[in-house]
């Protein structure tokens, strides 16, 4: 695992508990397509993590450019479906990132290979 996907794991963390300079250091990436891919690689299950890193992830993914997220958003939808696999996950996750599909079809017209109601309804 990298160590980088470590720290950002550290700075969520912290982002979700208040510390505005890793608020700062997450805001500032947005624009980084290769960033927008760290934080979709966050928001997979992973042991050694809470959902903490999970949940901010997906926050910041669904306030980042929409033009990145045409580029992972196969990989959202794989995640909103997680729950339907069985995977455990805190509400607040999928619900960021149906935000990300919605923002999506609206301003890019994206159009979802799941059934986006259905993906919405276990949300």
Same mark, same amino acid.
């Given at each position: 695992?990298?160590?980088?996907?470590?720290?950002?794991?550290?700075?969520?963390?912290?982002?979700?508990?208040?510390?505005?300079?890793?608020?700062?250091?997450?805001?500032?990436?947005?624009?980084?397509?290769?960033?927008?891919?760290?934080?979709?690689?966050?928001?997979?299950?992973?042991? #050694?993590?809470?959902?903490?890193?999970?949940?901010?992830?997906?926050?910041?993914?669904? &306030? +980042?450019? %929409? /033009?990145?997220?045409?580029?992972?958003?196969?990989?959202?939808?794989?995640?909103?479906?997680?729950?339907?696999?069985?995977?455990?996950? #805190?509400?607040?996750?999928?619900?960021h990132l149906v935000r990300c599909l919605g923002r999506? &079809? +609206?301003? %890019? /017209?994206?159009?979802?290979?799941?059934?986006?109601?259905r993906l919405v309804e276990r949300t």
């Open positions: 695992m990298s160590s980088s996907l470590n720290t950002l794991r550290d700075d969520l963390i912290a982002s979700l508990h208040s510390d505005q300079a890793a608020a700062s250091r997450i805001s500032g990436r947005l624009g980084d397509q290769e960033f927008v891919r760290h934080l979709v690689e966050v928001c997979e299950p992973f042991d #050694d993590y809470s959902n903490d890193p999970r949940m901010e992830a997906a926050y910041y993914l669904s &306030i +980042a450019p %929409v /033009g990145l997220l045409a580029a992972v958003a196969a990989n959202l939808e794989d995640l909103i479906r997680l729950p339907l696999d069985g995977e455990t996950m #805190d509400s607040n996750i999928p619900c999506l &079809i +609206a301003e %890019v /017209g994206y159009s979802p290979s799941h059934d986006v109601a």
